[in-house]
């Protein structure tokens, strides 16, 4: 990882935190997120911790895992890390799903955090 620029190595370790928290106790992801932060699932919107945190607890699954496909990490000029993740997911027994996923991170008193959250599933032929 020495080589990768470091916000790309700021980047990846954000997605693998945010992943393993999201799949083992969505309940704990309200420390990534701050009173100002935005999230919009499948076309929701949601603003701040709590309600974030909310949302993504709950979810109508009980069990869930994400396997990333790809993800992408750029420096935005105000010194944030824009990512977007690409991936499946599978929740309880239900089929798996493509996902895309767009977060944008900034540090706040020298701990990385997410500002702005996109989600969508990936499905086609609606």
């Given amino acids: 990882m020495g080589d990768k620029p470091i ?3 700021i ?3 954000f997605v693998q935190h945010y992943y393993q928290l999201f799949d083992t106790d969505r309940t704990q992801l309200g420390s990534i997120y701050i009173d100002a932060s935005c999230l919009t699932w499948e076309g929701q919107q949601f603003q701040g911790k709590a309600a974030i945190v909310e949302k993504l607890s709950s979810l109508p ?3 869930i895992a994400h396997s990333i ?3 992408d990490h750029q420096p935005t000029p105000d010194s944030c890390i824009l990512s977007m993740v690409v991936g499946q997911l599978k929740a309880d027994d239900d089929q798996v799903l493509g996902f895309h ?5 900034k ?3 020298i701990a990385w955090v997410c500002t702005n959250e996109v989600f969508r599933l990936a499905l ?3």
């Fill in 69 to 71: 496909t790809a993800q």
């Fill in 61 to 63: 699954f009980t069990k």
């Fill in 124 to 126: 086609h032929n609606l």
């Fill in 11 to 13: 980047g990846s370790s």
């Fill in 101 to 105: 996923q767009t977060f944008l991170l």
């Fill in 107 to 109: 540090c706040i008193n």
């Fill in 7 to 9: 916000w790309e190595q």
